[in-house]
């Protein structure tokens, strides 16, 4: 390669390479320029809804979508309307999120643990750990006339749980407990998955040295592996969070309508807004916001643990 | 079933860890059958003792010294997953070679044929959706990782508020596909929406950006690549941390510029971090159902965007076509499949499972 390419190079890291401007090199200029581009790329979608969910009707059509709405546009009546309608959505979701999350959490540790540190025929335990990472991959449609026809032919939940619904819940909840049981079956995999990846890399020596000492598996899980697991616990239990709140999927046919008592807030939002009159888009920027409230605060506040999630 | 499982697991337990079998486990006969429902160390002299523990041995021996024991942490899990993902799968392509539909309870099961796949393939909506599903995975995979990459790349340099950068890229990809389809029916709206206001400053447009069937699939290819190319970003930096600083440094004094020393020494190091990424993106494309059903609040999607994901939805909860339905799955499943069975495959050779 010649002098006059590298030269020329803008990528080049010596000094003489570079035109300097006041201490700040173009190259760098130029970097963050691209940065701060994407930047308003990933964020404008989300702030025009943001501000389009404080518009009145007028201040819809009047000002640019991404601007915020004058103080005679500004309104929280949409906001109001969206809490009104989807408030009843988030308990529900809530009701079969919070438990589906850590059983799936803690059986995926425990299922992790039996497949990571004890020792047994590796060919044997590559063929369990493929047909359980498969499952995380499996495309759901070719799963869901089956399950249909499983919770509403099979295991008939409404007619089991009939002492429940003497206490005056409504049967529609049943939806629920399918809702919590379908989520944990299916989050399985990904969460020994992501335990999996943790737990291979833990000290071997201590595990060894307790196993021959005489310790069952069981206690070396209670004493050792689940103390050490805090950091993926955290990681396990805001990945599986998100993913079941935001599924849509199963709570269309395991719940089915948004009329219902039991309706999840994704169910509620998606049909929200839609009239023969056209589209309220502010209400549904509203609605969309606060469905995504729970899952947001968990992101600002976890987003490390986010990003570990989704990276493994 | 569970029960039996439990108690040949108490019974086995005591002898395991050390791999000498202690004398009193004798509660599991010659047959593999359990009897005594006493606590194990209670039964000290049964006769078939040695049987046990001539099993135990061959157990050992086939599948390795933890096996039984370990079985009850991963066993009963593996088999609820089983049940809801194989057993699921294999009904619903029993399913598929009925004729159920409507308001029948049960498929009948007594006369099965490949009637539905041949009118699958007969069917032109399904061969559009098949295509659109296939445009959509591989343009969707392809720009996802190329934007992903090309931001990595650039948060990689060292800069600042490396953070705060990371952290908007990926907000996206925390929201619900609910959430995110409001925000581009908002931004692809003909009147008023940013995508009509921004391409009107260099003259063109107005577009119908959802209405238009012949532009309509790339609309929803790019609103889901704001959505996740943030994950392919995440996914490369790490694989681009992993990469040892002297290869970098081995290029430079090579002097190559920074281009070369990409694509020839960097890139073909991400290979794994590529291959991992874009599995779990081709998924995401073909989950893109809970956008497309949120974009119009229905079971039908714009013209020109339906994909094999909706149509198969569609076929079975609102026409309820269920035979028809199942078929169809089992097409998505076979793809992704095509997909799954190779990764998993070069997974396992790598020794990464």
């Known amino acids: 390669m010649s002098d006059e390419e590298l030269r020329t190079d803008g990528g080049g890291a010596t000094a003489d390479t570079r035109w300097n401007l006041g201490g700040v090199t173009i190259e760098d200029a130029a970097l963050y320029l691209v940065l701060a581009f994407a930047a308003v790329f990933y964020l404008v979608p989300i702030e025009s809804g943001l501000v389009t969910s404080f518009k009145t009707g007028t201040a819809i059509i009047e000002t640019a979508p991404f601007a915020p709405p004058g103080p005679s546009g500004f309104t929280f009546e949409k906001w109001q309307t969206a809490i009104d309608a989807l408030l009843r959505g988030m308990g529900n979701s809530l009701l079969y999120a919070v438990p589906a999350t850590v059983i799936s959490a803690v059986v995926g540790s425990i299922t992790a643990y039996g497949l990571t540190i004890p020792t047994w025929k590796k060919s044997y335990k590559a063929v369990v750990l493929m047909l359980i990472i498969a499952g995380i991959f499996i495309p759901y449609q070719a799963v869901l006339v089956p399950l249909t026809q499983f919770w509403s032919q099979w295991a008939q939940l409404d007619q089991l749980l009939s002492f429940v619904w003497a206490l005056g819940i409504s049967n529609d909840y049943a939806g629920i407990v399918e809702l919590v049981i379908t989520h944990v079956a299916y989050g399985i995999p990904i969460c020994t998955l992501l335990f999996r990846t943790y737990y291979k890399t833990m000290s071997e020596e201590m595990i060894e040295s307790a196993r021959l000492d005489g310790a069952t598996l069981r206690r070396v899980y209670r004493r050792i592996v689940l103390p050490l697991s805090g950091p993926m616990f955290a990681v396990v239990l805001i990945y599986q969070f998100t993913q079941i709140w935001n599924d849509l999927l199963f709570t269309l046919v395991l719940v089915s309508t948004e009329s219902s008592p039991a309706a999840p807030v994704v169910l509620i939002l998606a049909g929200l807004g839609t009239s023969l009159e056209g589209q309220d888009f502010a209400l549904r920027m509203a609605g969309a916001f606060f469905a995504a409230l729970p899952t947001l605060a968990v992101y600002i506040f976890f987003g490390e643990e986010f990003a570990e999630g989704v990276a493994a | ?353």
């Open chain 2, 1 to 353: 079933m569970l029960d039996f499982y439990r108690r040949l697991y108490r019974t086995i337990r005591p002898s395991s860890g050390d791999d000498e079998p202690r004398p009193n486990d004798g509660e599991v006969r010659a047959d593999g059958g359990v009897v005594s429902d006493g606590p194990a160390a209670d039964s000290p002299t049964e006769p078939d003792q040695g049987a046990t523990a001539r099993l135990k041995a061959a157990l050992d021996r086939r599948f390795g010294s933890d096996f039984m024991e370990s079985s009850i942490f991963w066993l009963p899990p593996f088999l609820l997953m089983g049940l809801f993902v194989y057993g699921a799968v294999i009904w619903n392509l029993l399913i598929s070679l009925t004729d159920y539909e409507r308001f029948e309870n049960a498929p009948d099961y007594s006369n099965l044929d490949f009637e539905m796949y041949t009118r699958a393939f007969a069917d032109s909506g399904f061969i559009d959706a098949a295509v659109n599903t296939l445009i959509l995975l591989v343009l969707f995979t392809m720009g996802t990782l190329a934007v992903g990459l090309l931001l990595a790349i650039l948060i990689d340099r060292g800069i600042r508020f490396e953070n705060s950068f990371r952290t908007i890229y990926l907000l996206p990809m925390s929201l619900s596909f609910v959430v995110t389809a409001q925000f581009w029916l908002w931004i692809y709206n003909y009147n008023n929406g940013i995508a009509n206001s921004v391409i009107g400053t260099f003259g063109l447009g107005p577009v119908s950006w959802l209405g238009n069937q012949d532009i309509v699939l790339y609309a929803i290819i790019f609103a889901l690549m704001w959505q996740f190319s943030g994950y392919a970003m995440v996914v490369y930096l790490a694989g681009l941390r992993a990469i040892p600083r002297e290869h970098y440094e081995a290029a430079k004094v090579d002097g190559a510029s920074s281009l070369k020393m990409y694509w020839r020494v960097i890139i073909p190091q991400l290979k794994g971090a590529t291959i991992s990424a874009a599995v779990v993106l081709m998924v995401f494309g073909m989950k893109a159902f809970d956008f497309l059903y949120s974009l119009v609040g229905g079971y039908r999607p714009p013209n020109g965007a339906d994909i094999l994901a909706t149509k198969m939805v569609r076929e079975a909860y609102a026409n309820l076509n269920w035979a028809y339905g199942s078929a169809i799955a089992i097409v998505l499943f076979a793809m992704a499949l095509g997909v799954i069975g190779p990764y998993l495959v070069y997974e396992y050779r790598r020794d990464n499972l």
